[in-house]
């Protein structure tokens, strides 16, 4: 079982900036892409970003595209998303997650692609 622990959000003004973690324990975890999406009441989660945990190349999804930045540390087992010049329609709840088989790229952006999440963290962007 695979766990995803991601770290607190928070109350950033607009234009501010704003980093998230998640950090990935148990066993077998042998990611193939990880994922962030962000979802808020009474709407579909939102694909925001990816990374081919392998070699590291990287999906946006075009609302947040040239503003937020997703890494991994493959020595901590951690993604992280870097969150620049935010805007108050980012307020979400953000989900880190996990696929460990292949996920083809015309699938990346699905959420039923992964199967293992995080409990989420609320961004709230507001003045």
């Known amino acids: 079982q695979v766990q995803l622990v991601e770290s607190e959000g928070g109350l950033v003004q607009p234009g501010g900036s704003l980093r998230l973690s998640c950090a990935a324990s148990g066993r077998p975890f042998s990611p193939y892409t990880m994922a962030w999406f962000r979802q808020v009441p009474g709407k579909e989660r939102e694909f925001v970003s990816a990374?081919?945990?392998?070699?590291?190349?990287?999906y946006y999804g075009d609302s947040v595209k040239g503003r937020f930045t997703m890494s991994r540390d493959k020595a901590k087992n951690t993604v992280y998303l870097q969150m620049d010049s935010l805007k108050p329609e980012d307020t979400a709840v953000y989900y880190c997650?996990?696929?460990?088989?292949?996920?083809?790229?015309?699938?990346?952006?699905?959420?039923?692609?992964?199967?293992?999440w995080g409990q989420g963290a609320q961004v709230t962007v507001s003045s």
């Open positions: 997650s996990v696929a460990q088989n292949r996920v083809i790229t015309s699938s990346i952006r699905r959420s039923e692609s992964y199967s293992y």
């Open positions: 990374v081919r945990y392998g070699d590291g190349n990287t």
